[in-house]
């Protein structure tokens, strides 16, 4: 039992759902947002770093599953305003492009990497704290934007090492779902807003799952009831067709029942002007114009869809820009075996008006019962081209892609891609304590070279402790100078490395001669050092 | 006046006391973070990233000028927690060393770096989130580590371009002002710490000001009346001694009226057989003992102290390890020019036990009246022996510095020290927007040369509209293909560097010439390119 007159410790705990990441964890992040930011950079896009705390206000209520005020943010009240911690970087962006606007330059290219926050029940590998990478263009209504976003991920896919036939863009319009739910009479907003949130669960709940949720609803796996958007059987039917158009389009090509003339229909709609150049002097047409498999089944997922919206104008629309989009892509060499045109990716958040994309990791990894699966998601994104008019009252329109750090790190370590740990410091022991000012002075002379080092600062007096330390440390090489030593101006170099292997496999011989102890001058100890590095 | 079936646009604003940050801004940052953290990593620190959100419980409340609770902090309960914002790195990480103690090293060398939040009441250039880049060694007592901690906040000054010369690094230590409070008879904790948060005032209400806040209160700049620590007159005038211990030191050495023999006491002291082998061999020593005028103030400074202190045991302790700690870093060459012991430096935070010390730019900078000002305080920190041990009961010492990296790049923007703005990126103007897809091409051969360029997504019809977006963008060239140009598979380059320049004071006949546009064809568009931004 406790005594009352001790003050209670403090519990050394994070909150809830939240970690610390050490030393190599850092260092590897760091390297793939330096790199992914190198591409951006180079594609012209400019850095910004906005704050983390926004007024809710300005971050608005976007994300899905959230219905209460505040819910799913971290949220606290200042005087009249309730402040929050962002739970992504594209709100912010719109808050940052409405108040700067004047001075920004149109569009404007950014790209943003940090934390954002999402107050979510946390479970295992899930965290409320995560990094973001983005980037953004704001201000153009050009599908060819759209399109270099989805370039730009491909080319970052492949600088952090993920390259093609290890991941698809699986691509996708809003305007199309929205066309759907016009063709089937669904107007009101706050319904459709409900079939999208039920649509984002199908991974979750399974076509069984949707279909209950979207008509009078299910019990979850706890017994309590969900009450269902409630739409009507023939309408469920045509948002659940929606979802499976690819996979319908990918039957039909399989039995050869494809679109009579298809290929005929496929070289019509590239031949047109724009792609004059193309057929004339680059393979990629001819190769277009082909038969490929992927591109057919592209071009007939397309088919069915037109099929879906009927004559919803909103429909047409989305099914043409999901068209350009593929072909601009494919005429730059990101083609159909990568960027998959699908139905049934709908991205959770409100804010999304056109096309929204995923780039999902194809490859298997174990999950933690050594099942294959496959990685699934790293990177989303699309247009919004009111979230910003949410503040201006003008159309500003905008698209954006969001790379998920924390996954593809995790995704990259599944696959051993990951570069290795950092090397420990070289230890200089101490043998005498009162000599620290010279130990420190042999610091400064390696670290003067480059040469990652320091003085051991623990109890000195039992020298073993000295190298267990070096040893927990991933250090290449401890470096001893006692007395005798320091008069004749030399030290002792132990290499680490090769002590370790020699007490693994040497013979009594070997270890007689220690090779891997060394004396070396003072003056000689950086040339010793940069060989023995290498 | 607003209709009221409109809906109110949101504001874009941000939070009182936060702000954006814009290419060159997150970029230097960077740049900056990135050198800090090469000179810690070879020190032997390794990075640790903490969440941002911690419980209240494990921050503790060692802000100054923080009475009630969660003030200075942005907190929010969630469920029996309170969570907070960290308002710096140092409580994290006494909290992540109590939490991960089993598998960290001993000593652990560890930095971080990253934005914390203090809710605090914004002024010009003041604000409530702020970047700190710190580096701390746990659990070793020894003053070489502070030392050590001292001689890497030099060389890391250096590495961002702050010479000798332009700072100092003021040392004091907190054992010192125990031993005066001692040897006044204060040994009230609440007391003592009232003491040091009205010392800490020193720099905003003067020693007048101090003075009435240590005895009976004062009347602040409002009228309100604060209330005073209420210690005797006696008490008071130690405190003003100590605080003054360095100016009286400084007054006595102008004077000549030095202690008798000091000369002599140096060498004494440094004589010891820690220093036998300096002695002998290395000039510095022989530095050391003379009468430099630098040494010896900081030398009349101990002795100042060792006066005030009386027979308190503390208040000797911490007079020997600010000696030692001074003695070290002199052997070290990190000399008395620099290194300056200064009673006046408390530090305002709660939890320091030992050595304290803030790195000071000496050099002026011109205030917004254009009155010449020194710029302060960039870096500071000090031993806290007991911040882990609130968490585990055990005995862990600690030291470490934070560098306030945001004052630090306003200083060096202050003195044009900075780099220039990074590079805009190479326009490709969009004649024909059919083209899209080959004008994406030749921003893809670009990039993948290394260059950077972007296709221009704007409203193309107006062409001067491109060449102004490309010259709000810093770009230095921006590329035109026509179908003329693109049927002759060639683009013309305007170089904007050479173009900016000739508008200025180009003659007529160097304008009808125009040499900043250029003919190149599509293929050697690369060469020409790297010709040009060179």
């Excluded at 696959?415 to 070289?426: E, L």
Aim: glycine share 10%; with cysteine.
């Amino acid at each position: 039992m406790a005594r009352k007159d001790k003050p209670r410790r403090a519990r050394a705990e994070t909150p809830k759902g939240f970690r610390d990441y050490f030393g190599a964890e850092v260092v590897e992040r760091k390297a793939m947002l330096d790199a992914i930011a190198e591409i951006y950079h180079r594609y012209g896009f400019d850095a910004l770093e906005s704050s983390a705390v926004e007024t809710v206000e300005a971050l608005g209520k976007f994300l899905p599953d959230v219905d209460r005020p505040n819910e799913g943010v971290f949220a606290w009240q200042e005087d009249a305003d309730w402040l929050a911690l962002r739970y992504d970087l594209t709100a912010p962006l719109a808050r940052v492009y409405a108040q700067h606007r004047n001075e920004l330059p149109t569009p404007y290219r950014r790209y943003a990497m940090g934390p954002v926050w999402r107050n979510e029940k946390p479970g295992p590998g899930r965290f409320r704290q995560f990094y973001q990478c983005d980037a953004d263009t704001v201000g153009t209504a050009s599908v060819a934007a759209d399109a270099e976003i989805c370039a730009m991920l491909c080319d970052t896919l492949k600088k952090v090492g993920i390259n093609p036939g290890d991941y698809v863009v699986r691509v996708n319009n809003r305007k199309v779902l929205n066309g759907v739910l016009e063709a089937i009479g669904l107007e009101d907003e706050a319904h459709r807003a409900a079939v999208l949130r039920t649509i984002d669960k199908f991974d979750k709940v399974g076509e069984t799952g949707v279909r209950e949720l979207l008509g009078e609803g299910r019990k979850d796996q706890s017994g309590a009831f969900i009450d269902g958007v409630g739409l009507a059987n023939d309408q469920i039917e045509s948002v659940i067709v929606f979802l499976g158009a690819r996979a319908k389009a990918a039957a039909r090509v399989a039995r050869g029942e494809h679109t009579q003339g298809a290929g005929i229909r496929l070289e019509a709609r590239t031949s047109s002007a724009a792609s004059e150049r193309w057929r004339s002097d680059d393979e990629r047409f001819l190769k277009m114009a082909s038969d490929d498999p992927e591109r057919l089944l592209n071009f007939e997922t397309l088919n069915e869809l037109r099929g879906l919206v009927g004559r919803s104008e909103v429909g047409l629309q989305g099914i043409d820009e999901l068209e350009e989009m593929a072909d601009l892509l494919d005429l730059q060499g990101y083609g159909p075996d990568r960027i998959v045109i699908d139905p049934s990716v709908v991205r959770g958040l409100g804010y999304y008006t056109g096309p929204v994309f995923e780039a999902e990791l194809t490859f298997e990894i174990a999950d933690e019962k050594g099942r294959p699966q496959r990685f699934g998601s790293v990177a989303g994104g699309g247009r919004y081209d009111d979230l910003v008019t949410r503040f201006t009252g003008q159309a500003v329109p905008a698209t954006g892609v969001s790379i998920g750090v924390d996954r593809l790190l995790a995704a990259l370590h599944a696959k051993g891609r990951t570069g290795g740990a950092a090397a420990g410091p070289v230890i200089v022991t101490v043998m005498d304590r009162d000599r620290m000012a010279e130990y420190q002075s042999i610091c400064a002379m390696l670290r003067g070279a480059g040469i990652r080092a320091e003085v051991y600062f623990g109890n000195p007096k039992n020298f073993g402790n000295q190298l267990k330390y070096a040893d927990r440390r991933g250090s290449p090489a401890a470096i001893i100078q006692g007395s005798d030593e320091a008069a004749r101006d030399v030290v002792q170099v132990k290499d680490l490395v090769l002590g370790a292997k020699l007490s693994q496999d040497a013979t009594v011989e070997e270890w007689k001669e220690n090779p891997s102890q060394t004396e070396v001058p003072v003056g000689d100890l950086v040339t010793h050092l940069q060989r023995l590095l290498k």
